[in-house]
């Protein structure tokens, strides 16, 4: 005689099809609905975003990194992280950053799309000097210290598609134009 809340092993064995039946239903469910759902608008400019993105966090010091554009009439702009507790630019941050430094690019439309950048921080006013500096060190110690951007905010319009941008770092400070030479002098300070 069975036990009330006993499960016999013959009922077991067959609810052990049934069950796999269901998590593989439900699996096939979760992938209809990955594949349907709608990803994120990209557009040239945007895709011009994330490779500049990806050479910014792969920067290292001495660096200058091209990023060739595939379309034009279209604007980079740097935020720097904190600027709402700082004041000043509260206005014009938006709200995709937070309070995190993050590189946005604006269409002609004057849509702006942005993409937070991880392992940022922010420069510290020098004691002696009383001027804003980004962390500093020799070369070995560059490798070891954090990215920093000294200006709040910078852009970068791209005037005809192929332009490049450049992005370069000294020892910590990032730095991001459309000039050439301006990077070269800017990873000479090392």
Same mark, same amino acid.
């Given at each position: 005689?069975?036990?009330?809340? *006993? ?36 557009? !040239? ?40 507790? *700082? ?6 941050? !938006? ?12 269409? !002609? ?14 420069? *510290? ?66």
């Amino acid at each position: 005689m069975q036990k009330r809340g *006993e499960i016999s092993l013959e009922a077991l064995v067959k609810f052990i099809p049934h069950f796999f039946l269901v998590v593989c239903l439900i699996a096939a469910l979760f992938a209809v609905y990955k594949i349907a759902l709608p990803k994120e608008k990209t557009t !040239p400019a945007i895709d011009d975003l994330d490779r500049v993105v990806m050479n910014i966090e792969q920067l290292e010091p001495g660096e200058i990194a091209p990023v060739f554009t595939t379309t034009h009439g279209y604007i980079f702009n740097l935020y720097q992280k904190d600027l709402v507790k *700082e004041g000043g630019y509260a206005g014009v941050v !938006p709200k995709q950053c937070g309070e995190y430094t993050c590189l946005c690019v604006l269409d !002609p439309d004057g849509r702006e799309t942005c993409r937070k950048l991880d392992g940022i921080t922010k420069p *510290e006013i020098n004691e002696k000097t009383k001027k804003l500096e980004c962390p500093s060190g020799s070369y070995e110690q560059c490798m070891y210290l954090p990215m920093c951007f000294l200006k709040k905010m910078a852009s970068v319009k791209i005037v005809n598609a192929g332009d490049s941008v450049y992005v370069c770092r000294s020892c910590t400070e990032i730095k991001i134009s459309n000039n050439k030479a301006e990077c070269l002098r800017h990873v000479q300070s090392i």
